[in-house]
């Protein structure tokens, strides 16, 4: 069945630091593919999403690109701020349009 | 901007007693979701609902029944709270199966 794997978290990094939070999954088929974050107090929000391979999505200065070979979707962020401290989750929608996530990756930025 | 109200931010009950969330939105999405959040399982889906008196079973029902009578109210009952049923209870809609998620806030469940 389909499935999403995050990498564990908390994941610590300084101010301006280059953040990576790696995501692959297990899916029949060509699924779309998300990426949610949930700031503290807070219900989750869209951050960017990609519907075919090689797509790039792109919000606020995050990045992930989907790919097929290697089953990934990684977020990436160039310079990361105190605010960007959340809780990441990765996930896709398959077939039956449900979505299936990941456990969820807290990112702790310190100024 | 599409608004998902959740009744209670924190709700506290004991073993047995039957309880009550709610999540109202001011759209008029068809798509309604009960969902639960715990540490290191992400989010798993409770029920859904697609339309007005229809509701389908997720991935963990056992335990939950929801009721959707309006357009804008989705209802998840614990007919019978149990200690494992504490958890973050999110709510959410989308307008259709393509439209991405929006939540409400949440509702942190501790049955004692």
């Known amino acids: 069945g389909n499935s999403v794997t995050q990498m564990e978290g908390p994941v610590t990094l300084s101010e301006e630091a280059f953040l990576t939070i790696n995501c692959t999954y297990t899916a029949t088929g060509y699924p779309s593919l998300f990426w949610y974050v949930q700031y503290p107090g807070e219900g989750l929000q869209l951050l960017l999403k990609a519907t075919k391979a090689d797509d790039k999505g792109s919000n606020k200065g995050f990045e992930a690109t989907y790919r097929k070979e290697t089953t990934s979707f990684h977020l990436e962020k160039g310079s990361v701020q105190v605010s960007d401290s959340a809780v990441y989750f990765c996930?896709?929608?398959?077939?039956?349009?449900?979505?299936?996530w990941g456990a969820g990756t807290k990112l702790i930025i310190k100024p | 901007d599409v608004k998902v109200t959740q009744s209670s931010r924190y709700l506290v009950k004991r073993t047995g007693e039957k309880v009550f969330l709610e999540c109202v939105q001011d759209?008029?999405?068809?798509?309604m979701f009960w969902y639960r959040q715990d540490p290191g399982l992400g989010l798993r889906l409770i029920y859904f609902s697609y339309d007005v008196k229809m509701k389908e079973k997720g991935d963990i029902p056992e335990g939950y029944s929801v009721s959707r009578e309006k357009k804008e109210r989705f209802s998840l009952i614990l007919e019978s709270a149990s200690t494992n049923q504490t958890s973050m209870y999110l709510c959410a809609n989308r307008p259709d199966s393509n439209s991405p998620l929006h939540f409400g806030n949440g509702t942190r469940l501790t049955v004692t």
């Open positions: 759209m008029d999405h068809e798509n």
């Open positions: 996930a896709l929608r398959g077939s039956n349009y449900q979505l299936i």
